[in-house]
Every structure is written in structure tokens, then in C-alpha cells.
């Protein structure tokens, strides 16, 4: 049987809703029949428990798809400081080991017809030193579906995402995900960025929604859009 499809989730920033849209697009795909897991390969911001750090995202994915495979296995790389997780690596002494989280994704490529990769913070977020998320999703060559959070600013901050997302592999969707309160203007905002990113608008998801309402606004083509092989549907 063929590995499964993988695609990276990524946003225009921390805080625009990357998780929710990951989610949500999870359950769409679920919902299609497919075998369906999220991976989030580095997280910081988790909180103690009596088995270890535990990621809010993480927990999310893990709740969206249904899993029941070993928590590590879904975020190899928890750290406890909500910062960028380069700091918090260095901060715990911790080498983040990029063959380990690709190894991560291998492994569950093996078992599920399609492996959602959301990242921390936005595309270029440092992942060591001389590394970023965007080095590792550009080095496998695994298409990305950019999340932008519709508030003042985020045009810019989508155009100049998906251009450098272009330069080191493919955006090939993306969503325009409503936040709390609205913004001014919000479906012009989405016009305007639906008429100058070259990637399809996948999903509007309502600000408030659960993901599994805001998995019924992806488009029918979503998973083609997504380039998901027409074999594993």
C-alpha cells in the first residue's frame, strides 16, 4: 500500500487559528473516509500533568482524529514556556533532532492515508539555529495549506507568507479563518486576498464555530486542491 499524503499547516502568525483550521479540515477528511491523524512534531506552551507536558494543540489533533496512538508519537517535542521553541529548546537544553521528526511522520504515513504536520507560530518560526519549520516542511517537499486569521494587517502578512512558502515548496490552499471580534471590512479583506494569492480559498470558517461545523465550510475539492491521491479516497 502507498504511503500516505501529507500536508503542512502553517499560518500567516501565532495566534491565527492554525489549530482550529487543522481540526476542522481533519474532520472534513474524516468525514470523506479517510484514516485521518494531525502531528505536531514541536510544541511549546503545555502544561505539567502526571504523565508528562501535554500541548492544548496537540490534545486537539489528537481529539479531532480520534486516536488513540501514544501521545509522543503525535508531539515528539513539548516544551513547558509558551515562547518561540527555539528559545525553549535552549532554554531546557533540548536538541530538537529534525531526523526525528521526520521519522515522526514516516511512521505514521504507514498507517493513515493522510497526515496533517501543523507547525508552531508562523512559516519561518526557528526551529534550532541554523534551521526553521519551513526549512524541514521545504527539504520533504510536502504541500502547505496557509492559514490567515482575518484581522487589520493580515493581507500583508498572507502575501508575504505565501511568497515564501513558494520559494521552498507548494501553497496549495488556504483558509480565511474569522477571529473574535470581526474585523472591519471582512469580506473584502477575503476578496482581496482571494484575488491576489494564487492558491485556492479552501474554507471560510466563522469565528465561534466548532470544528466540526467549520469542517462542513471546506469546499467539495478541498482534498484535490490538497493534491491527495484519488487512490487513497
Not at 487559528?17 to 472534513?28: E, S, V
Not at 496512538?69 to 513547558?80: D, M, T
Not at 517537499?141 to 493580515?154: E, N, S, T, Y
Not at 480559498?201 to 469565528?207: E, F, G, K
Amino acid at each position: 500500500m502507498p504511503l500516505g499524503h501529507v500536508i503542512a499547516v502553517t499560518g500567516t502568525d501565532t495566534g491565527v487559528g492554525k489549530t482550529f483550521a487543522a481540526c476542522a479540515l481533519i474532520q472534513h477528511a474524516c468525514s470523506r473516509g479517510l484514516s485521518v491523524v494531525g502531528y505536531k512534531p514541536v510544541a511549546s506552551g503545555s502544561e505539567a500533568t502526571s504523565e508528562g507536558l501535554r500541548n492544548e494543540d496537540a490534545l486537539a489533533l489528537m481529539a479531532a482524529s480520534g486516536t488513540q496512538l501514544p501521545y509522543a508519537r503525535i508531539n515528539p517535542y513539548a516544551f513547558a514556556d509558551p515562547i518561540a521553541p527555539h528559545l525553549a529548546a535552549a532554554d531546557d537544553d533540548v536538541h530538537i533532532d529534525r531526523a526525528r521528526l521526520t521519522q515522526g511522520v514516516a511512521a505514521l504515513r504507514e498507517t493513515h492515508d493522510l497526515v496533517i504536520v501543523e507547525g508552531a507560530g508562523g512559516w519561518q518560526v526557528p526551529l534550532g539555529e541554523s534551521w526553521t519549520f519551513a526549512d524541514w516542511i521545504g527539504a520533504n517537499a510536502w504541500p502547505v495549506l496557509m492559514v490567515v486569521g482575518i484581522r487589520l494587517g493580515c493581507i500583508n502578512h498572507a502575501l508575504l507568507s505565501a511568497q515564501s512558502i513558494a520559494a521552498q515548496t507548494r501553497c496549495v490552499g488556504w483558509v480565511a479563518n474569522g477571529l473574535p471580534p470581526p474585523a472591519d471590512r471582512e469580506a473584502d479583506i477575503v476578496e482581496s486576498l482571494r484575488r491576489r494569492l494564487q492558491a485556492p480559498l479552501l474554507a471560510t470558517l466563522p469565528a465561534l464555530s466548532t470544528p466540526a461545523e467549520a469542517a462542513d465550510h471546506f469546499i467539495e475539492s478541498t482534498l484535490q486542491s490538497l493534491e491527495v491521491p484519488a487512490s487513497r479516497r
